[in-house]
């Protein structure tokens, strides 16, 4: 699901604050400027962020364009555009993955957290980066399920730090690219955790976090499509 075309003059409404925000071009990379240009779901897709399944307001044309100017940065500084895992990434870092449909037909990233490496943080966020700039059906502007699963994920294994980066990506440096995030089977010693973590959300951001239990799942993914490690019949899984 993409966000909703808006009318061409919003579009270049919104591109014309960007570049007066842009000044100094050479922060940027050049595609990221070209696709701005020509690119209204890219421009919806930021508009939709601000609005947050709020009702429209009169700055959220403002809030659009400040945004694209802070993620446009962002991805220079991070060589976003520049990673490549395609050809044989780090095994360890394949606990995230993209396999599957949810009940709408959106794409779904698994997230196994119980094989999170710690002392490859650096690694799995830059592969994190990637997996999203290069998700099946980005350049449509379209959204995806997440599925955090947290079977037998206790205090030991849950990394505070980055999960709040986990968050923060989908937050602030991706445009309204998260439709939904499915946490499965939290255990409750992490509620501790969730509250510190959550206070980064807005509000609409919270309603698209959903707890889910065993077999509740599959309200959201088709049950033959729910992986393994969520209890499902799909064998698939991370393999260290």
């Given at each position: 699901?993409?966000?909703?075309?808006?009318a061409?003059?919003?579009?270049?409404?919104?591109?014309?604050?960007?570049?007066?925000?842009?000044?100094?071009?050479?922060?940027?990379?050049?595609?990221?400027?070209?696709?701005?240009?020509?690119?209204?779901?890219?421009?919806?897709?930021?508009?939709?962020?601000q609005?947050?399944?709020?009702?429209p307001?009169?700055s959220?044309?403002?809030?659009?364009?400040?945004?694209?100017?802070?993620?446009?940065?962002?991805?220079?500084?991070?060589?976003?555009?520049?990673?490549?895992?395609?050809?044989?990434?780090?095994?360890?870092l394949?606990?995230?993955?993209?396999?599957?449909?949810?009940?709408?037909?959106?794409?779904?990233?698994?997230?196994?957290p119980?094989?999170?490496?710690?002392?490859?943080?650096?690694?799995?966020?830059?592969?994190?980066m990637w997996?999203?700039?290069?998700?099946?059906?980005?350049?449509?502007?379209?959204?995806?399920?997440?599925?955090?699963?947290?079977?037998?994920?206790?205090?030991?294994?849950?990394?505070?730090?980055?999960i709040?980066?986990?968050?923060?990506?989908?937050?602030?440096?991706?445009?309204?690219v998260?439709?939904?995030?499915?946490?499965?089977?939290?255990?409750?010693?992490l509620?501790?955790?969730?509250?510190?973590?959550?206070v980064?959300?807005?509000?609409?951001?919270?309603?698209?976090?959903?707890?889910v239990?065993?077999?509740?799942?599959?309200?959201?993914?088709?049950?033959?499509?729910?992986l393994?490690?969520?209890?499902?019949?799909?064998?698939?899984?991370?393999q260290?």
């Amino acid at each position: 699901m993409a966000a909703a075309p808006i009318a061409k003059e919003v579009a270049d409404e919104i591109r014309n604050k960007f570049t007066a925000l842009a000044t100094d071009t050479s922060k940027y990379y050049d595609a990221d400027l070209e696709r701005i240009k020509s690119d209204d779901k890219l421009v919806s897709r930021f508009l939709a962020h601000q609005r947050d399944d709020k009702p429209p307001k009169p700055s959220d044309t403002d809030e659009a364009a400040k945004m694209i100017e802070s993620v446009f940065a962002w991805r220079k500084e991070n060589s976003i555009r520049d990673l490549d895992y395609s050809k044989d990434p780090d095994k360890a870092l394949t606990i995230m993955y993209f396999r599957g449909k949810d009940s709408d037909g959106t794409d779904v990233l698994w997230v196994e957290p119980k094989a999170f490496d710690k002392n490859k943080r650096r690694e799995f966020e830059k592969y994190l980066m990637w997996l999203v700039e290069n998700r099946p059906g980005e350049a449509e502007c379209s959204q995806i399920t997440i599925v955090l699963a947290l079977s037998d994920v206790g205090l030991t294994e849950a990394d505070v730090d980055f999960i709040k980066y986990f968050i923060n990506l989908f937050m602030y440096y991706t445009a309204d690219v998260m439709k939904k995030m499915l946490i499965h089977n939290m255990h409750w010693l992490l509620n501790g955790i969730w509250k510190l973590v959550s206070v980064l959300l807005s509000e609409g951001a919270k309603k698209r976090v959903i707890f889910v239990k065993n077999k509740e799942i599959n309200k959201h993914i088709p049950e033959a499509s729910v992986l393994a490690c969520c209890g499902g019949p799909d064998p698939y899984r991370f393999q260290a």
